[in-house]
């Protein structure tokens, strides 16, 4: 029996952060793509192929539903401590990354939005 696009997304909104980290590998190696690059590959693609030594601010706009969630993704990206993380997020919008090579900085960012929150670059 053939999972549905439904049962896939509700698998995926019960997974942890770590669990999609892995799925999105995973996901990544099977079928050969990038997904970097899909998030990269919208309007501005032909700019962001231009821009790839550039060096970004990855900045949290919003913490979103999910503060818990973002404060643990802020915690691996960053090393910081529990507390450290919190007041972080919770100053939102506040500087994650400064000076990421913007491949990186696109790793960070699909982290982020997977965990709830809303960032940008600088």
Known sequence: MALTKE???S???EMKVAELNELVKGIEEEFGVSAA??????PAAGAAEDDSDKE???VLK???ANKVAVIKVVRE????GLMDAKKLVDAAPSDVKENVAMDKAEEIKSQLVAAGAEVEFK
């Open 37 to 42: 690059a899909m998030v990269a590959a919208g």
């Open 7 to 9: 049962d896939i997304i």
């Open 56 to 58: 970004v601010t990855v």
């Open 11 to 13: 698998a995926i909104k």
């Open 62 to 64: 919003s913490a979103g």
């Open 77 to 80: 990206l960053t090393g910081l």
